[in-house]
């Protein structure tokens, strides 16, 4: 039997870079980043959790967080394709995890 882990990987990594990427995005649009206000936050990764849950069985999830930061709504869709792109790093990490593993 072996055992190996890495307590710094998980789905909180991938909903994390999600949000970073969709934050950046807000902030192009809008000039406010709701990384940096704490409410805002919690409801962007809420709305991240729920698309990657989605991304497990279907090819795209919508996200639609209204009133996200200064009465500005955020409405996107992320493809399965483009998920996978943004977590690529922790994949990979992942899979030398597992090749370690066996």
Request: net charge negative.
């Amino acid at each position: 039997m072996c055992h190996r882990s890495d307590r710094n990987l998980g789905a909180r990594d991938f909903d994390w870079e999600i949000a970073k990427v969709l934050s950046a995005e807000f902030e192009k649009k809008h000039g406010d980043n709701p990384l940096q206000n704490a409410r805002s936050t919690l409801r962007l990764l809420e709305g991240v959790e729920k698309a990657r849950k989605m991304l497990s069985a279907t090819p795209e999830a919508q996200i639609n967080i209204e009133y996200l930061l200064n009465e500005e709504d955020l409405n996107r869709t992320i493809k399965k394709d483009e998920f996978e792109a943004i977590i690529d790093p922790f994949i990979r990490r992942f899979s030398a995890l597992v090749k370690d593993a066996i």
